[in-house]
């Protein structure tokens, strides 16, 4: 087999997204366009595509961060790789030109999450095996991507998905529809920022951080305008009072931003704005629909229990990735960067903390 290794570029965006889309282990995190959007958060995006002739047959969308003050920097890969995860001997190419790479821009590692289950251990084994390290996170959210989801199998009918919600979940989608709760697509910018500003109000009620308008009207030019996202806005009385946004990839839907209003929460908007997706999803030909982030600790006293039975209610698998894996390049530095990133998040978390406090 003659394998070559390319970086592509903006000509070559069709091609690229056809097969991170479509191909194995397609994901959103790895399109042309999310690259773009984190690319004016400070991340510089490379598109590394591997191919057998003309065909692509393994893709590998990398972020570059500069380390400050260092002349060096990061590399990582959301949800990466796009390749057969059983053709190690691909996967074996495609880290040597990943680590070529790494030497032309000084970097001392690669962060990946891969879309794959914790119980794949044949994949974790081989892993290991290739030099990755195993990257302790901790419970929920405090990966890069969280860790644990649920994930809905949406390939059922329309009426099977609604008889196997929980009843609880059944009667709030009824309720909200009995009261008069309508849903309906962001059409422009307009309606973009009355999204933000119920997420807003959602973070001040909530006490956790956003980040600004500009970098959702960023996601608006390059995934709603491409074809890739959707805000939808939940409507009582001539108010919105709840919004969500959504992203679509190949076959996937992917729940990515949720908010709500203090007001008229009885009529139980975020409800019918599940299953207004997930139908959605299912007109667009997708076979799955993923939730996203729930708590690992599935105890009644975690703070984000909540959230878990709210996602739990439309009877999706609760699943838990592999986690985190560290690639390094530059051991010293690497040594150097784990010490020095807890006590730069340290900073992070005052900062939180004071808004917070400045909030009440």
């Avoid at 903006?10 to 690259?35: M, V």
């Avoid at 997706?277 to 629909?289: G, H, P, V």
Wanted: include cysteine; glycine fraction near 6%.
């Amino acid at each position: 087999m003659t394998w070559q290794a390319r970086l592509i570029g903006p000509e070559e965006r069709e091609k690229f997204n056809d097969f991170t889309a479509n191909g194995p282990k397609g994901h959103i995190l790895q399109s042309y366009e999310w690259g773009e959007v984190k690319a004016l958060t400070g991340w510089e995006p490379l598109r590394l595509v591997i191919e057998d002739g003309q065909e692509i047959v393994a893709a590998l969308s990398i972020l570059k961060r500069k380390i400050p003050v260092l002349n060096k920097s990061i590399f990582y890969a959301p949800r990466g790789p796009v390749v057969d995860i059983t053709n190690y001997e691909l996967m074996d190419f495609l880290w040597s030109k990943v680590k070529e790479i790494a030497k032309e821009h000084g970097a001392i590692m690669l962060k990946i999450d891969p879309d794959i289950s914790v119980n794949n251990q044949d994949f974790v084994r081989y892993f290991q095996k290739a030099g990755f390290r195993e990257v302790s996170t901790g419970e929920g959210f405090e990966g890069t991507q969280p860790r644990f989801v649920f994930r809905l199998d949406i390939t059922p009918s329309e009426d099977e998905l609604f008889a196997n919600l929980h009843s609880k979940t059944r009667y709030n989608i009824r309720l909200a529809k009995r009261k008069g709760v309508t849903i309906r697509f962001a059409e422009n910018k307009e309606d973009l920022k009355v999204f933000y500003e119920v997420l807003e109000e959602t973070a001040a009620r909530d006490q956790f951080l956003i980040r600004s308008y500009a970098y959702f009207s960023t996601m608006w030019d390059q995934l709603v305008e491409n074809g890739l996202a959707k805000v939808f806005l939940a409507s009582y009385e001539g108010q919105v009072i709840a919004g969500t946004l959504a992203l679509i990839y190949g076959d996937k839907v992917w729940y990515l931003y949720g908010a709500s209003s203090n007001r008229h929460r009885n009529v139980m908007p975020n409800y019918l704005l599940q299953w207004s997706m997930i139908t959605w999803a299912k007109e667009n030909n997708c076979s799955l629909y993923d939730f996203r982030g729930v708590p690992g600790e599935l105890t009644e006293d975690n703070p984000l229990y909540g959230l878990y039975r709210f996602k739990k209610g439309f009877n999706g698998d609760f699943t838990e990735f592999m986690g985190e894996y560290d690639l390094v390049f530059d051991p010293l530095m690497y040594n150097l960067w784990n010490i020095a990133e807890p006590v730069y998040y340290k900073g992070v978390r005052k900062v939180i903390d004071l808004t917070k406090k400045l909030r009440k």
